[in-house]
């Protein structure tokens, strides 16, 4: 059984960074691409970002691009989205989500989310 567990999340004003981690249980972690979503009050869930088992390929979000960068450590099994230039409009629960093969961007295992919240 696969478990994700994020961390990370907090409260930070409108132009700040945080850094939130996703780490998995398990050996085959380095077998898999992982991705972020989010999910905002009333909204549905929402794709972020995503990467293959190597981390030669990522993909992201319009709304992220250039603010969001993903990446993994696969010696310790945690993938991380490291976020700059936050905007009141990412305030959001974000999820990480294990890949059903290396890269094919669909995902079959989820972590319970980390709470985000940026004041304006």
């Known amino acids: 059984q696969v478990q994700l567990v994020e961390s990370g999340g907090g409260l930070v004003q409108a132009g700040g960074s945080l850094r939130l981690s996703c780490a998995a249980s398990?050996?085959?972690?380095?077998?898999?691409?992982m991705g972020w979503f989010r999910q905002a009050p009333g909204k549905e869930r929402q794709f972020v970002a995503a990467i293959s088992w190597s981390g030669s390929n990522t993909y992201y979000a319009d709304s992220v691009k250039g603010r969001f960068t993903i990446s993994r450590d696969n010696a310790k099994n945690t993938m991380y989205l490291q976020m700059n230039s936050l905007k009141p409009e990412d305030t959001a629960v974000y999820y990480c989500?294990?890949?059903?093969?290396?890269?094919?961007?669909?995902?079959?295992?989820w972590g319970l989310g980390t709470q985000v919240t940026v004041s304006s």
């Open positions: 398990g050996r085959t972690f380095s077998s898999y691409g």
């Open positions: 989500a294990r890949d059903t093969s290396g890269y094919s961007r669909t995902y079959d295992y």
